[in-house]
């Protein structure tokens, strides 16, 4: 059975850094990209950050400049370093795991999540 689990600090005060990890197992195939996803309350849930075949990294355009992500030293895991961060920054944060998959594939078989880790960031 496939499983991610985020871990890390999730308390800061603004313009502070947190790192979040994100540790997948049960896994046969190596995920094609993981990523990072937030939802905030009273939001719908976002991509944050993805990485592709482990090294093609892509962000959205409110954390551009801040977040990193990146590869762990196992196969798959990932890594958000988070700088400069924000009190709007505040969220769940949700790790995913993907595969790319034929048309007509169920979701359930092509994408998995963790739980999510709360991150809370103070004016």
């Known amino acids: 059975q496939v499983q991610l689990v985020e871990s890390g600090v999730g308390l800061v005060e603004a313009g502070g850094s947190l790192i979040l990890s994100c540790a997948g197992s049960?896994?046969?195939?190596?995920?094609?990209?993981m990523a990072w996803f937030r939802q905030a309350p009273g939001k719908q849930r976002e991509l944050v950050a993805n990485?592709?075949?482990?090294?093609?990294?892509k962000y959205s355009e409110s954390v551009k400049g801040r977040f990193t992500i990146s590869r762990g030293d196992a196969q798959n895991t990932v890594i958000l370093q988070m700088n400069s961060l924000k009190p709007e920054d505040t969220a769940l944060y949700y790790c995913?795991?993907?595969?790319?998959?034929?048309?007509?594939?169920?979701?359930?078989?092509?994408?998995?999540w963790g739980r999510g880790i709360q991150v809370t960031v103070s004016s």
């Open positions: 990485l592709a075949n482990g090294y093609n990294a």
């Open positions: 049960g896994i046969t195939d190596n995920f094609d990209a």
């Open positions: 995913n795991g993907a595969y790319i998959c034929d048309r007509g594939t169920p979701d359930s078989n092509c994408n998995f």
